[in-house]
């Protein structure tokens, strides 16, 4: 059965930062795309950034409300995939959701979801 | 970047009777390959979003046949051609052809008249 599994969110002050970690299983995990997409409360989807599997380049690519802030990256050794987060500000408030798929789709199969407030 | 409209936003639907979804793209989401990488995503209620629909018309594995996808270039559309009580909730189009950025729909909740 394929599973992601997003841990690392919580209540951070504005300008901290914060790392959330997406385990993986089920699935070939090196062969595949990941994305991490947020919700804002009550909001959709927002598309927060990808990285490529190896096959595909590797490939990393941001938002521009996050490039420069936030840094994603994989494991294949471990799959995981991470998304490193500083400067946080309050409208990064949100449920970060991975997600995997294949080169073309992108986005397939997601996980529960990890919450980040970012309040003072 | 690509922007996606959909219509309606709400979508009040008697129990039994047909649904239809429209999504709308800024530009053509057909990639030089023939494909239009459009996936459709359902999010009930305190869920993560699932996969309906991808490259436009594939249903994806376990997705009831009452789902179906259709559309090219600019267009797209998804029908449920029987609503029932668990469709509920909120449906997304996404397009993954001119990225970055993945670009999404606002998003059509469904609800039972």
């Known amino acids: 059965e394929v599973q992601l599994v997003e841990s690392g969110g919580g209540l951070v002050k504005p300008g901290q930062s914060l790392t959330l970690s997406c385990s993986a299983s089920?699935?070939?995990?090196?062969?595949?795309?990941m994305n991490w997409i947020r919700q804002a409360p009550g909001k959709g989807l927002e598309w927060v950034g990808i990285?490529?599997?190896?096959?595909?380049?590797?490939?990393?690519e941001y938002a521009a409300s996050v490039k420069g802030r936030f840094t994603i990256s994989r494991d294949d050794s471990k799959s995981i995939a991470y998304l490193q987060m500083t400067s946080l500000r309050t409208d990064d408030t949100a449920i970060y959701y991975c997600?995997?798929?294949?080169?073309?789709?992108?986005?397939?199969?997601w996980g529960q979801g990890t919450l980040v407030t970012v309040s003072s | 970047d690509v922007v996606m409209t959909q219509s309606p936003l709400s979508l009040p639907v008697t129990l039994g009777q047909p649904a239809s979804i429209s999504c709308r793209s800024s530009?053509?989401?057909?990639?030089?390959?023939?494909?239009?990488?459009l996936n459709w995503f359902q999010q009930r209620p305190g869920q993560s979003p699932r996969r309906l629909i991808y490259?436009?018309?594939k249903r994806d594995s376990g997705v009831p046949d009452r789902f179906s996808g259709s559309g090219s270039g600019t267009d797209f559309t998804l029908k449920i051609s029987r609503v029932e009580a668990e469709d509920v909730g909120v449906y997304y189009c996404?397009?993954?052809?001119?990225?970055?950025?993945?670009?999404f729909g606002q998003g059509t909740r469904l609800e039972i008249k």
């Open positions: 997600t995997g798929g294949d080169s073309s789709s992108k986005v397939g199969f």
């Open positions: 089920g699935f070939t995990f090196e062969n595949y795309v």
């Open positions: 490259k436009a018309s």
């Open positions: 990285v490529l599997d190896k096959g595909s380049g590797g490939r990393i």
């Open positions: 996404m397009q993954g052809t001119y990225w970055p950025p993945i670009t």
């Open positions: 530009q053509s989401v057909v990639w030089r390959d023939g494909n239009a990488y």
